[in-house]
């Protein structure tokens, strides 16, 4: 079935570090990718909505600067938190689907962000 | 705007027992999909099944179901014998809009079940 590769799985880092996360489709061309955020015990979070060749839009709360999105190309799309610090520590997943209404959003196996 | 509610923080199942999750939604399209992922402790989000708003009939996939009432706009997965590896935190989500855009996925806040031996 359709995979989406998420890399790195985890990352410990010290705060100040800027990290990035890269979401690739590995078997069809996503033109929008999701970014979500998630806290234990609670529901993903949508940050971002990911457009190849475009600008990505940011729902309400997320700082753009904070959180730069970039999706150069119809299979990787990258987050990178920039000037990371403890509070930006959490899980995030990102997700790919095709233009079909039926067709699942395929997601990444998440990247756990610890920084210190 | 569509919502998504999920009830049940926890439920517990024995072994071998069927289990449902509820969920509701709300929204104003009249065109609408219906999801349940599986999230284990790991974090990765597993696609279990997927129900259109148009289908007549309730989806299946192997040990899940899903039992769609569209007019009280519920959308309850159905767990068949249930297993120790089910045990996993089980997200309802909705996506509107027609087909020719990737839209967004609204979550529930999500389930956590508990198999129990």
């Known amino acids: 079935g359709a995979v989406v590769s998420q890399h790195p799985s985890w990352v410990i880092c010290k705060s100040g570090t800027s990290v990035k996360i890269e979401c690739r489709s590995l078997?069809?061309?996503?033109?929008?990718m999701f970014w979500y955020r998630q806290f234990p015990k609670q529901s993903l979070m949508l940050m971002a909505t990911?457009?190849?060749?475009?600008?990505?839009?940011?729902e309400q709360g997320v700082e753009k600067d904070k959180f730069l999105i970039n999706h150069a190309s119809l299979t990787l799309s990258t987050l990178t938190v920039t000037s990371a610090h403890p509070e930006d520590s959490s899980f995030y997943i990102c997700?790919?689907?095709?233009?079909?209404?039926?067709?699942?959003?395929?997601f990444g196996d998440g990247t756990r962000l610890s920084i210190l | 705007a569509q919502k998504i509610t999920q009830t049940q923080p926890g439920m517990f199942v024995q072994e071998k027992e069927a289990v449902t999750l509820d969920c509701t939604y709300d929204?104003?399209?009249?065109?609408?999909?219906l999801f349940w992922y599986k999230q284990p402790s790991s974090g990765e989000m597993i696609f279990l099944i997927y129900?259109?708003?148009?289908?007549?009939q309730n989806a299946t996939e192997g040990r899940y179901s899903l039992n769609f009432q569209k007019a009280r706009k519920s959308a309850n997965l159905v767990i068949s014998a249930s297993q120790l590896g089910d045990s996993a935190m089980y997200f309802c989500?909705?996506?509107?809009?027609?087909?020719?855009?990737?839209?967004?996925?609204?979550f529930g806040s999500g389930t956590q079940l508990t198999v129990l031996p």
């Open positions: 997700s790919a689907s095709t233009t079909r209404h039926n067709q699942p959003q395929h």
């Open positions: 078997d069809f061309q996503a033109t929008t």
């Open positions: 990911s457009n190849e060749g475009s600008k990505a839009t940011y």
């Open positions: 929204t104003s399209d009249q065109s609408y999909g």
């Open positions: 129900q259109g708003s148009y289908d007549e």
């Open positions: 989500a909705m996506r509107g809009g027609a087909s020719g855009s990737a839209r967004q996925l609204t």
